[in-house]
T-cell receptor, first 111, second 115 residues
């Protein structure tokens, strides 16, 4: 059975305090791993797609990495506007038509 | 507008009533998805449309749930005889083609509360 587990559930950081969010997955054949950001009352907003182990993507203060079992979202010198819930999702197996989401990590960055 | 539009943004209904939720995807996006997000839960896949056909309805939780898409554009999710456990945010997303790595673009959701 496909599983996506995100940790921690919640994370509070001081502004400028770098950290990492984890997404562990168990799928039969990974086609893609996606990171989304979700602000309260909004729909998820796309951040990155990773396809193969060793791949890395960067955007501003965020960097996503992928291994065969997990992905990390590294946040460098975060700012209060980075506060949001970060969702990890997988497209599992060839022909899968949907994304399977984890429950997210709620990040709060304190000024 | 340029994004995915959903209506209503909020709906409060009584148990046993039927509700319809509407999604207007990004123009030109052939793939359309419905997800449900309950408090403290991850996004739960409901149904996927490619054009007007729904090749994957595997996520619909019961036969009280149905969805259609007309003209390859607007989609309606209908919940009949609503129950309190149906209370959630219903999110619609569209995509050019997920299999080619196209990301999903989400609307802001319809928050359903069943009293």
């Amino acid at each position: 059975e496909d599983q996506v587990t995100q940790s921690p559930e919640a994370l509070r950081l001081q502004e400028g305090e770098s950290s990492s969010l984890n997404c562990s997955y168990t799928v039969s054949g990974l086609r893609g791993l996606f990171w989304y950001r979700q602000d309260p009352g909004k729909g998820p907003e796309f951040l990155f797609t990773l396809y193969s182990a060793g791949e890395e993507k960067e955007k501003e203060r965020l960097k996503a990495t992928l291994t065969k079992k997990e992905s990390f979202l590294h946040i460098t010198a975060p700012k209060p506007e980075d506060s949001a819930t970060y969702l990890c999702a997988v497209q599992a197996r060839v022909g899968a038509n949907n994304l399977f989401f984890g429950t997210g990590t709620r990040l709060t960055v304190i000024p | 507008g340029a994004g995915v539009s959903q209506s209503p943004s909020n709906k409060v209904t009584e148990k046993g009533k039927d509700v319809e939720l509407r999604c207007d995807p990004i123009s030109g996006h052939t793939a359309l998805y419905w997800y449900r997000q309950s408090l403290g839960q991850g996004l739960e896949f409901l149904i996927y449309f490619q054009g007007n056909s729904a090749p994957d309805k595997s996520g619909l939780p019961s036969d009280r749930f149905s969805a259609e898409r007309t003209g390859g554009s607007v989609s309606t999710l209908t919940i009949q005889r609503t129950q309190q456990e149906d209370s959630a945010v219903y999110l619609c997303a569209s995509s050019l083609m997920l299999g080619l790595g196209g990301e999903l673009f989400f609307g802001e959701g319809s928050r359903l509360t069943v009293l």
